[in-house]
C-alpha cells in the first residue's frame, strides 16, 4: 500500500514527533507508515484522516499486488 503521509505532514509543518503526540501514537509508528513498513489500522487511518481534514483515499492507495488479493 503506498501513502501520501510524509507530505501531507510537511504541508502542514509537523515531524513525525509532533503528529505522533496529535494522533497517540509513537514517532517510530509514524515513521513505518511513511517507509511504508506498517499498515496503519482502520482507527488509526481515520484519526489522520480527521486531523488532517481530507478522507482516507487522500492517503493511502493499493497497489497493483494488493488489489489482487
Known amino acids: 500500500m503506498k501513502n501520501k503521509l510524509k507530505i501531507e505532514r510537511a504541508i502542514l509543518d509537523l515531524t513525525q514527533e509532533q503528529l505522533a503526540d496529535k494522533i497517540g501514537v509513537s514517532r517510530q509508528t509514524i515513521n513505518s507508515i511513511e517507509k ?34
Open 36 to 69: 511504508n513498513r506498517f499498515v496503519p489500522s482502520t482507527l488509526l487511518a481515520l484519526k489522520l484522516s480527521m486531523l488532517f481534514g481530507k478522507s482516507v483515499n487522500d492517503f493511502f492507495e493499493l497497489d497493483e499486488e494488493d488489489k489482487k488479493q
